[in-house]
């Protein structure tokens, strides 16, 4: 049987870059910052690197502290309250940012992102569909 989806956006992305690489734009208050992350959807939740937090003027230590466990091992980071801009789309949600600088990359998981958006992927066109969750 089956079954059809619609999507608000579609949208190339490179795939010259190691995995589906997007622009993300964090806000809070009148600081903003745009990055490019990485669409992790086996990551637990969104994870950022200690950097832009500075840049928004986030005080790290003192959101929620949670330990991550990586493949590389446990990694440390403070969740904070966020609005989140991806292709168009923007909501609120906790992002982590790492504790220690020298985070490789940016990550869009599950908690923060992914659980807000319908997501549809056809990697052999590179193609990313993107629509918020109903």
Same mark, same amino acid.
């Given at each position: 049987?089956?079954?059809?989806?619609?999507? !608000?956006?579609? !949208?190339?992305?490179? +795939?010259?870059?190691?995995?589906? +690489?997007? %622009?993300?734009?964090? =806000?809070?208050?009148? *600081?903003?910052?745009?990055?490019?992350?990485?669409?992790?959807?086996?990551?637990?939740?969104?994870?950022?690197?200690?950097?832009?937090?500075? +840049?928004?003027?986030?005080? =790290? %230590?003192?959101?929620?502290?949670?330990?991550?466990? !990586?493949?590389?091992?446990?990694?440390?980071?403070?969740?904070?309250? =966020? +609005?989140?801009? !991806?292709?168009?789309? %923007?909501?609120?949600?906790?992002?982590?940012?790492?504790?220690?600088?020298?985070?490789?990359?940016?990550?869009?998981? *599950?908690?923060?992102?992914?659980?807000? =958006?319908?997501?549809?992927?056809?990697?052999?066109?590179?193609?990313?569909?993107?629509?918020?969750?109903?």
């Amino acid at each position: 049987m089956p079954h059809q989806l619609t999507f !608000t956006t579609c !949208t190339s992305y490179d +795939t010259r870059l190691e995995g589906i +690489t997007i %622009e993300a734009g964090l =806000v809070l208050g009148t *600081r903003s910052v745009i990055y490019q992350a990485k669409i992790d959807t086996g990551g637990q939740a969104c994870l950022f690197m200690r950097d832009i937090a500075d +840049t928004l003027g986030i005080d =790290v %230590e003192t959101g929620h502290f949670r330990r991550f466990q !990586t493949l590389a091992g446990p990694l440390s980071a403070y969740g904070h309250e =966020v +609005t989140l801009r !991806t292709l168009g789309l %923007e909501f609120e949600s906790l992002v982590y940012f790492a504790a220690d600088y020298g985070l490789p990359r940016n990550l869009l998981g *599950r908690e923060g992102w992914l659980q807000k =958006v319908w997501l549809g992927v056809v990697d052999y066109d590179a193609l990313l569909y993107l629509s918020p969750y109903q």
